[in-house]
């Protein structure tokens, strides 16, 4: 067998130096453009994201998801941390509450105009993921354990999770909404309904993994 491979390898080699790739034309047509037209958002990477690579983008929720699944059932038979490392100087709380909040609003922007400007769920979802983070590192860990279990993010992460998916599947079965005005806040269609979902299911499931890894690790 590693003949076989050897000489697939060689062969493999020999058609990338002598094959020519060949050329799409395209005359003067923009692939930018037509993505743009197409999905009616001026942020081209979000129109192909969440309509050109829309399978793609599904499978990359879902992998998110289980690596936060990996890590809850890693961690599962772990005795929580006795010793919780986190910043005890004041001057470092206030600062690091302080890029929290301009974080967290970074994201919103980024979530709600993502379709519109550079950004989008993913950006918006790590921003808000390091929101939590910095709140998570400088406040009691039982009052945050509170809040999470209070407002059972757990079941949001989940319930958020099976709205993107049947939303992805609709779009993908042909069903979409009206693109309405380009570059207008409510234009391209369920895209920026998407782009918000995938913001939340980013920021939720990042705290979930932070939470385990204070509890069972005592850092991050």
Avoid: C
Avoid at 22 to 43: C, F, H, R, W, Y
Avoid at 76 to 98: G, V
Avoid at 110 to 134: K, N, S
């Amino acid at each position: 067998m590693k003949i076989i491979y050897l000489i697939a390898g060689v062969l493999l080699f020999f058609k990338i130096l002598i094959i020519p790739n060949p050329q799409l034309e395209l005359a003067e047509i923009s692939i930018v453009k037509m993505i743009v037209n197409d999905t009616g958002v001026p942020n081209a990477i979000s129109g192909v994201l969440f309509r050109n690579r829309l399978y793609d983008t599904i499978f990359e929720v879902v992998v998110f998801t289980i690596a936060i699944l990996g890590v809850k059932y890693l961690l599962s038979n772990e005795k929580p941390s006795s010793i919780i490392y986190q910043f005890t100087d004041e001057p470092s709380i206030i600062l690091a509450r302080l890029a929290a909040m301009i974080t967290s609003l970074v994201g919103i922007e980024l979530a709600i105009r993502g379709h519109l400007t550079p950004g989008g769920g993913f950006a918006a979802g790590v921003a808000g993921g390091t929101a939590i983070g910095l709140i998570l590192i400088t406040s009691s860990v039982e009052l945050m354990e509170n809040i999470y279990h209070r407002y059972r993010i757990s079941r949001w992460e989940k319930i958020i999770l099976i709205i993107f998916i049947f939303l992805a599947g609709i779009t993908l079965m042909g069903i979409e909404l009206p693109q309405g005005n380009f570059g207008t806040l409510l234009s391209g269609g369920i895209i920026p309904l998407l782009n918000i979902l995938v913001a939340l299911k980013v920021a939720l499931g990042s705290w979930l993994i932070l939470q385990l890894f204070i509890r069972y690790r005592g850092l991050l």
